[in-house]
Each structure stands twice: as structure tokens, then as C-alpha cells.
């Protein structure tokens, strides 16, 4: 980086906030994908006006720009590939204002999930998204890959909740959207930032909407003995009109993995179904008995709890799969590839079926877990990382995995965004994309080479030896 570019730097940045020691560098090079790639520097800014002064010398001198939160995106969205300069906005965590009333809280971009929940709990209300990683991963990644999760079906993706946000864009900050629930007062680009991977502008503050917590919630726990019954006992629930709050899906590799890291002491199924209902006691109680009925045929167990205990230790086990899946086999880790698949429902037999035929076609090893409820299946792809040989093959039944998602008309992400892993599959039209990009980035400094402008091939920039 330019020696004036840093001096002017140092002149708006507290120096205790800027770091360029290689050890630094190295760690913030990463993210929970299978990129790497070191930044020239990493700020950590404490204000909007601080973002505001370094993009403006980002913008003079041309250098890339990358925003940071908890760095937890599976993608590489986070990976500074061309160098240049890490925002790590964890430093701007606070909660400016809560608004029960009007059903909204003004926060800043390095506010943590949980500790957002947190704060709102005690007035009994609660941000839905609720990502498997919402115990580090921050709001601004949040809007930036409109993160969402097992409560997706039910209350949506963060894009639903972002009323207003303020942004700094390579021609200074700027506000769009509101304080209210409603809004027709001109463009959204409050919702363009949804998505955007930080290829836009830095997120500085957020306007979002909140909602009431259920009064009471229940889970069940359904054996079956094939995944695509598994899948039929999705759809069939959805068909019947019924939306529970969370509708996940665990294939066997992923049962295995998770008893083995953690101990849970899951059923030994061929595939389980996590589903939880919420509501008013009596409507949970109602769509208790609708739904062992309508899994009657399907399951071969079904048994629900309300013991918060228990309950806790069932959605523990669903979140520690990602992280157990790397102890499934001795010389094997989960790498993330072709993780984050959305079908529509309906085709959610067909798309684990194709997936195992794949896997076996190549030779690999495919877990697959995840929000069957909406459709958003999560594939994990397990290989030695440093066999060169694996990755070959695996790249190869990535490709095949999405063809076949597209085939059966879904799409490469439904929460965890593209970033390079998943670039070749982007949806919609890449040169609009770019034009939008252009407007707003006209010299290209904001998360470069990311999304419609990655070309290459997914195994680049490798975390791995
Ligand atoms: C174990 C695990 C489980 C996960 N489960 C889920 C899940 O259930 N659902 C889901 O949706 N995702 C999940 N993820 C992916 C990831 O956690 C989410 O995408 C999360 O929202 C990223 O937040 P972050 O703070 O870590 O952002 P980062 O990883 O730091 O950044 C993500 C992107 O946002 C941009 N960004 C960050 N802050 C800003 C800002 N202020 N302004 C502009 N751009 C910004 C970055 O440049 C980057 O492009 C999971 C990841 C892991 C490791």
C-alpha cells in the first residue's frame, strides 16, 4: 500500500486501532471458508466518521476495502484477495436504541446476534434470524449475507427485518429507509445492501424491526429410515398448511458425526427431522397432534418435548453439526463447498437422492443437513485437504450437485451467500449486477473480485497447503 496513503491513515485513525504486525494480517486473512488471502492492513474503527475518512482515502488511492464482522462467512466473503485494507467493525457494537412500541432497535454494525437478543428478551421480544453462528456473527454480516436459519420458515431472513440502514459508499455516508414498519417512499436501497457482501458500501448503522417471542415453544424428534422419506415428510407437512418454526433435516453422516464430537446420543436413524412448533400453549399443542398424525406413515419414531432442557440439548446437537462433521472420518474435514443449496420444497427427496448418487460417483463423502422447511439443504463435503486428488474430484461433484439444483429449479444460496466458492452459480444477470456496482464503486475498491466479478475456478486462494 502507498506510504501517503497509510500516513493519511495514521492522521484520522488512533494508531492502537491500526495494525500491521504479519501475525495480525495472517489471522484476519481468513473467514470460515476454504479461502485465505492477507490484507495490507487492518482498522478497526470506532465511529461512522472514522469509516467515512478511511473509505474516502481508499477511494483516492485505489485501495480495496474489505468490511469484517466475526469473519464466519463459509463463502470468502470475508478474504481480502487482492490485500489492501480489513474494516474490522466489531469495534462499533453498540445498541443505540430500542423502540418495543414501534417494533424497532437502532443498532450498530458489530452488535452481536445473541447480544442483540439478548437485550430485547427482557422486554419479551426477539430478532428472528437466528443463524446456527448467532452467537459471534454480527449484524452487519448479517444484512451483508442476508443470514438466516432454522426460524427462516416461519419469520423469515434478516432482509424482512432491515427498516433503515446508513451506509458509506466511496462517495460518503448517506441514509435510506425508516423508522417505520412501512415504507413506499422511494428506492430501496436499504434492501440492495441485503445481499451485497460488502461490494457496495460499509453498513454503519441498522434500523431493524423486532418482533414478539412466542409464549411457548415444543420440539420433535422424528426417526425415519431413508433420507427421502425424510424429505416426503417435509413436503407433506408444508402441504398440509402447516408452518412450524423450525423444520430441519440430518442425514446419517451427519447423525454419526455429531454423536461421535459431541456425545448427544441422537437416534441412530438413516435420517431425523428437528421440528419445532410455537405459539400460544394451545396452538403448540394442536400442532403437536397435527403433525405426529400427518408423519404417521413416514416416521418410525416420533416423540415430542417442552422440557427447555431437552430441548436446548436437540437444537445443540443440530448446531454442532458443521463443526462435528471435520471428525466424521480419521483423515477427513469438512470443507465448505456446495453447503448451502435452496430447492423448492416439494423436490427435496429428489435433490438428497441426486446428492448421494454423486457423492458415490466421486468417491466423496456428502452430509447433508439443514432448513429442509424452506427448502435450504446444507451439503458438506468431506476430503483430505491436502490431497490434491480430492479436491479434483470434489470440484467436479460441486458442479454436478448445482447443476442438478438447478435442474430441479432452486438456487446456489439460500443464507450463506456467494463470495468466490459459489460465484459461478450466481443468480441473475451478471452484467446488471456489474452496472449497479459501477455506480456506486465506480474505481472498484469495495470487496473486489467478489461475486459476479469472480471468473475463475472455486479452488483459488486456498486456506490449505
Ligand atoms: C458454524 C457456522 C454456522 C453458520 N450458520 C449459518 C446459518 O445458519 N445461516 C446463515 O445465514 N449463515 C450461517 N453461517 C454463515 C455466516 O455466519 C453468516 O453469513 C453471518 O451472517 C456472517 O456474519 P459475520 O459477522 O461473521 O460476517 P463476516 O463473515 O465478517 O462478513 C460477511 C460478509 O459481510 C460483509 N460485511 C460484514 N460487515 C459489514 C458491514 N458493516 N458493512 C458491509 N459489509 C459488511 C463482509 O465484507 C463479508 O462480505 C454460518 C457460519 C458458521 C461458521
Redesign the pocket.
Known amino acids: 500500500m502507498e506510504e501517503l496513503a497509510m500516513k493519511k491513515i495514521y492522521e484520522v485513525v488512533d494508531e492502537k486501532r491500526i495494525f500491521t504486525d504479519k501475525t495480525d494480517l495472517y489471522a484476519y486473512g481468513f473467514?470460515?471458508s476454504i479461502h485465505h488471502a492477507m490484507p495490507d492492513v487492518v482498522i478497526k474503527p470506532e465511529s461512522s466518521n472514522e469509516v467515512e475518512k478511511i473509505v474516502k482515502i481508499a477511494n483516492e488511492f485505489g485501495i480495496p476495502v474489505?468490511?469484517?464482522?466475526?469473519?464466519?462467512?463459509?463463502c470468502g466473503?470475508?478474504v481480502p484477495i487482492f490485500g489492501g485494507i480489513i474494516l474490522d467493525?466489531t469495534g462499533m457494537n453498540s445498541i443505540k436504541e430500542i423502540h418495543i412500541e414501534d417494533l424497532y432497535c437502532i443498532v450498530e454494525?458489530g452488535v452481536v446476534y445473541a447480544k442483540l437478543n439478548e437485550a430485547i428478551a427482557k422486554y419479551g421480544f426477539f430478532f428472528p434470524p437466528s443463524?446456527?453462528?448467532g452467537d459471534v456473527?454480527?449484524i452487519?454480516?448479517?444484512i451483508?449475507?442476508n443470514?438466516?436459519?432454522m426460524r427462516a420458515i416461519k419469520y423469515g431472513a434478516t432482509r424482512d427485518y432491515v427498516l433503515g440502514l446508513e451506509i458509506v459508499f466511496p462517495h460518503g455516508k448517506v441514509r435510506f429507509g425508516s423508522k417505520t414498519l412501512k415504507n413506499s417512499a422511494g428506492y430501496q436501497i436499504e434492501r440492495l445492501m441485503v445481499g451485497s457482501?460488502?461490494t457496495l458500501g460499509?453498513?454503519t448503522e441498522a434500523t431493524l424491526r423486532i418482533s414478539p417471542l412466542p409464549k411457548k415453544r415444543a420440539v420433535a424428534l422424528a426417526s425415519f429410515d431413508s433420507v427421502v422419506k425424510a424429505g416426503e415428510g417435509v413436503a407433506k407437512i408444508i402441504g398440509k398448511g402447516m408452518i412450524p418454526s423450525a423444520l430441519e433435516i440430518m442425514d446419517s453422516v451427519c447423525i454419526q458425526a455429531v454423536n461421535k464430537a459431541m456425545g448427544i446420543g441422537l437416534p441412530d436413524a438413516e435420517a431425523l427431522l428437528l421440528i419445532e412448533v410455537d405459539g400460544k400453549p394451545s396452538e403448540v399443542r394442536d400442532s403437536i397432534e397435527k403433525i405426529t398424525k400427518i408423519l404417521e406413515n413416514e416416521a418410525s419414531k416420533i416423540e415430542f418435548t417442552d422440557d427447555e432442557e431437552e430441548m436446548t440439548n436437540l437444537w445443540k446437537g443440530r448446531k454442532g453439526v458443521?463443526?462435528s462433521l471435520s471428525r466424521y472420518g480419521d483423515d477427513k474435514v469438512s470443507v465448505s463447498l456446495a453447503d448451502d443449496m435452496c430447492v423448492p420444497i416439494s423436490k427435496i427427496p429428489h435433490a438428497i437422492k441426486k446428492f448421494q448418487e454423486i457423492a458415490k460417483k466421486y468417491g466423496i463423502i456428502v452430509g447433508t443437513y439443514g432448513h429442509a422447511g424452506d427448502g435450504n439443504l446444507h451439503t458438506k463435503v468431506l476430503i483430505n485437504p491436502t490431497d490434491e486428488e480430492s479436491w479434483k474430484r470434489a470440484e467436479k461433484a460441486v458442479d454436478e450437485i448445482y447443476k442438478a439444483v438447478h435442474n430441479l429449479g432452486g438456487i446456489a444460496s439460500g443464507?450463506?451467500?456467494i463470495g468466490i466458492t459459489k460465484a459461478p452459480w450466481i443468480n441473475g444477470d451478471v452484467e446488471t449486477m456489474e452496472k449497479v456496482k459501477k455506480a456506486l464503486d465506480p474505481k472498484n475498491i469495495m470487496?473486489p473480485g467478489k461475486m459476479e466479478q469472480w471468473k475463475e475456478g472455486i479452488i483459488a486462494f486456498l486456506r490449505y497447503k
Open positions: 473467514d470460515a474489505v468490511a469484517r464482522g466475526a469473519g464466519t462467512a463459509l466473503q470475508a467493525m454494525p443463524p446456527g453462528s456473527c454480527t452487519g454480516g448479517m451483508s449475507a443470514a438466516s436459519g457482501e460488502g460499509i453498513i458443521l463443526p443464507e450463506h451467500g470487496n
